[in-house]
């Protein structure tokens, strides 16, 4: 039974430049969040994908935008990336727009520079 | 600001002894609870969780206690082992998302 699959695991970009991240969810599950991780911070919520929509959204710019194919997976995208987006991207999984029991990948490290 | 957050930093616990880790939260609203654990490199993961109409969740060698009171949220960790040096999360949760705290390193001392 696969976990939640991230890619890639890092990567480092410039000042200006996008970025797409990659989540694959847990087997049987349908809805993706995405989370950002400041070194030495609690991850801070950017928003839920369920049924291919976004249905939340935390504090972030509209830089910040993703997409949910059918097949359940999601990508992230940071556009014109600053360098305070330096940070640890997470994906989490969970069942029918859930927040419970939500399991997690072990992120992207996004390097700005 | 945050809604939850971690009374200590890190926490020096000797193998063997137990462990206790604490949170408080501001949301009276919540109505569930997450205790993650993170390690180096990898993404938190799920160690137990508890609903607001409950005031004590035991798992395998760790027990959640929950004090709606005061708004206190503790995670105990019997007979630490080595492997339970990690970073500790609470979350909470009325919503859609999940809100964490700053987290607790626990570093265990052989």
């Known amino acids: 039974d696969a976990g939640v699959t991230q890619s890639p695991t890092h990567l480092i970009k410039t000042r200006g430049q996008q970025v797409t991240l990659r989540c694959s969810p847990k087997s049987g599950h349908d809805t993706v969040s995405w989370y950002q991780q400041a070194l030495g911070q609690g991850p801070q919520f950017i928003f839920q994908y369920y049924e291919e929509e976004e249905r939340q959204r935390g504090n972030f710019p509209d830089r910040f935008s993703g997409h949910q194919f059918p097949n359940y997976s999601s990508e992230l995208n940071v556009n014109a990336l600053l360098l305070g987006d330096s940070a640890l991207y997470l994906c989490a999984s969970s069942r029918q727009g859930a927040n419970e029991k939500l399991f997690f990948g072990s992120g992207t490290q996004l390097s700005v520079l | ?110």
């Open chain 2, 1 to 110: 600001g945050e809604s939850v957050g971690l009374h200590l930093p890190t926490l020096s616990v000797q193998e063997g002894d137990n462990s206790i880790i604490n949170c408080a939260y501001s949301n009276s609203a919540s109505d569930y609870f997450i205790w993650y654990k993170q390690e180096s490199g990898k993404g938190p993961q799920f160690i137990i969780d508890i609903r607001s109409n409950m005031d004590k969740r035991q798992g395998q060698r760790v027990t959640v206690l929950l004090n709606k009171t005061v708004k206190h949220l503790s995670l105990q960790i019997a007979a630490t082992q080595p492997g339970d040096s990690a970073v500790y999360f609470c979350a909470e949760t009325n919503d859609y998302k999940l809100s964490f705290g700053a987290g607790t390193t626990v570093t265990v001392r052989a």
